[in-house]
């Protein structure tokens, strides 16, 4: 709840920051104290169980020790996101302070999808989340590629909406309860009655579309490729592990009663996700894109906690959250200074800038799951979890050997780093800061630190 307030609020006041501040990194900071603000009154909560500013929802919203937790990764990454990226954000245009009002109105939706108990809120959460990046998308106006992702996402993201509403309208129609509310959606443990399944089946397209599982990804690679590099850091992280959030919430909460009957679909999902991911990044030449191709192999993942649906599927997302989040928000950090996106552009990056090699190696070893990196955990949980709902064993082996796959095209980037010769002027020597150069040793110690010891994170599930 505090979450919620906090986040529209300082939306407004970036606003109004970018009416009245002359200077384009005022904004910046505005934006960082407004987000270390907001991880600390969700701390608050999460600590006491209390908001700070009580208001009766009328149960339309719930906060538990699983969302507060999930919120405080979301808010942890996206204060390193503004503290990585914020002076990047500050060169796509002259709008600041409105680019920053946007993020933070993302933020509300963020909040609004984690906390939803009522699939009227999850359509609000959903849309609050969505709108400003349509307009974040294409906020490069110059850049004919920004122009048509803006378009293209718009147009996917309206389409996936109306399938939304569709199968929210059958759900209501069929549950006889007659109640938006997902904990009265009351299905027992028969056979689903045809509108309930085709209510179910909507919903499950609908947020396919929004975490880019396969087949309703296609979208995903043109939007995060012509979007600007900075924005298309948050988009792929934050926001998708939101989606994925949502997802869980509702199938968990309105639908697990016939988990058996629905798993199924699931299970081609996630695998089509995997392979289409992970084979298609294999042929991609430029970094970015084939980060764009990754983050649909890791989405694939990411399903398994859908598929097996028990507590260490949520300990499991939580700690995928975190990991995925902050390598891939580490490796667009050092992307976006970058003037060449190719393979060979990373050519001899460990010998021309040391620091920036060997975070990128970090980061790169934690999304392919290698051990001692936070991204091995998150992979080790899922599969886990998925071995304790025994079913359809097969899926784990799978997901293993698409694992293996993964390492192929994020491990070409790290021969490029090492093994090839260096490659001048890829970066600006101006853009590198000390204060940058220290956080991503940061970032990379702490994606080590969690890869160890991921009790850290998953003990604030039963605070």
């Keep these: ?40 009154v969700n701390a608050i909560e999460l600590n006491n169980g209390q908001p700070i500013f009580f208001i009766d929802a009328k149960d339309m919203v719930r906060i538990n020790s699983f969302n507060l937790t999930f919120l405080a990764v979301v808010f942890g990454c996206t204060l390193l996101y503004f503290l990585l990226c914020g002076k990047d954000v500050e060169k796509v245009g002259e709008h600041v302070g409105e680019y920053f009002a946007l993020i933070f109105f993302v933020l509300c939706g963020v909040t609004l999808v984690a906390t939803y108990n009522t699939l009227l809120l999850l359509f609000i959460g959903i849309e609050i989340l969505s709108i400003p990046l349509y307009i974040l998308t294409g906020s490069d106006k110059r850049n004919l590629k920004s122009n048509e992702a803006a378009l293209k996402y718009f147009l996917m993201g309206a389409f996936s909406t109306g399938i939304m509403l569709m199968g929210i309208a059958f759900i209501y129609g069929a549950n006889p309860n007659a109640s938006f509310f997902i904990n009265n959606i009351d299905l027992g443990t028969g056979q689903l009655s045809v509108m309930m399944a085709s209510g179910l089946v909507f919903l ?49 909460n309105a639908f697990g009663k016939v988990h058996a009957q629905w798993q199924t679909l699931i299970v081609v999902i996630t695998v089509a996700t995997l392979l289409i991911g992970n084979i298609t990044a294999v042929f991609q030449q430029s970094v ?15 399903l398994l906690a859908l ?23 580490g490796i667009f950090a050092i992307l976006i200074k970058m003037s060449d996106y190719t393979v060979e552009g990373f050519n001899g990056l460990g010998k021309s800038q040391p620091v920036l090699g060997l975070t990128a190696t970090i980061f ?26 025994g079913h359809h064993f097969w899926i784990v082996i799978a997901a293993v050997l698409f694992a293996a796959i993964s390492a192929y095209y994020y491990f070409r980037v790290l021969q490029a780093i090492w093994f090839k010769p ?42």
Excluded: C
């Design 1 to 40: 709840m505090n979450a919620i307030i906090f986040s529209a609020t300082w939306g407004i006041v970036m606003m109004f920051s970018g009416v009245f501040a002359k200077s384009k990194s005022t904004p910046r900071w505005l934006a960082i104290a407004g987000i270390v603000l907001l991880f600390i």
């Design 204 to 252: 499950l397209i609908s947020l396919s579309f929004k975490v880019s599982a396969a087949p309703f990804h296609f979208w995903t690679p043109d939007v995060y490729d012509g979007a600007p590099t900075v924005f298309t850091s948050f988009m792929a992280t934050i926001v998708k592990v939101a989606a994925f959030f949502a997802f869980i919430r509702l199938f968990e």
């Design 288 to 302: 970015k894109r084939m980060l764009a191709y990754s983050s649909i192999a890791q989405a694939g993942f990411m």
């Design 307 to 329: 598929f097996a649906l028990n507590d260490r599927a949520k300990e499991g997302l939580v700690l995928y959250s975190a990991a995925y989040s902050l390598a891939t928000i």
């Design 364 to 389: 790169l070893l934690s999304l392919t799951g290698i051990p001692l990196t936070a991204g091995f955990q998150s992979k080790f949980y899922m599969l886990l979890a998925a071995v304790e709902n």
């Design 422 to 463: 260096v490659k001048e002027n890829v970066i600006a020597a101006a853009d590198l800061t000390k204060g940058f150069k220290i956080l991503l040793i940061l970032t990379a110690i702490f994606i080590i630190v969690l890869g160890i010891y991921p009790e850290i994170l998953i003990q604030w599930l039963y605070h």
